[in-house]
């Protein structure tokens, strides 16, 4: 079992910048496909990016282009790089690890931060 920690929320201007990190602990993240998820007030949570034991990564067509999703294995932490934020993006951001047999499973979460894009 592994456990996930998010960090790197807080408040930015719109058109500014975040990085988001998810420690991972218990077991190297390369046994699972890590995703980056988010969830806004009276919305339901949203896919937004995916990065798999390969390397190779998914996006959500809504951040494309403006968000992306990187690793470092010598830290055992994923990160969600996010440029030119917009007060939509306001959220609270989820990493969350599943299986690599079960393709957009995700049966591990973080506890999430907050990010708040102000206009």
């Known amino acids: 079992q592994i456990q996930l920690q998010e960090s790197g929320g807080g408040l930015v201007q719109a058109g500014g910048s975040l990085r988001l990190s998810c420690a991972v602990s218990?077991?190297?993240?390369?046994?699972?496909?890590m995703g980056w998820f988010r969830q806004a007030p009276e919305k339901e949570r949203e896919f937004l990016a995916a990065?798999?034991?390969?390397?190779?990564?998914d996006y959500a067509d809504s951040i494309k282009g403006r968000f992306a999703i990187s690793r470092d294995s010598r830290k055992n932490t994923v990160y969600l790089q996010m440029n030119m934020l917009k007060p939509d993006d306001t959220a609270v951001y989820y990493c969350?690890?599943?299986?690599?047999?079960?393709?957009?499973?995700?049966?591990?979460w973080g506890q999430g931060t907050q990010v708040t894009v102000s206009s």
């Open positions: 969350a690890a599943g299986p690599l047999s079960k393709p957009g499973v995700y049966d591990y």
């Open positions: 218990g077991r190297t993240f390369v046994f699972y496909t």
């Open positions: 990065i798999r034991w390969s390397g190779t990564t």
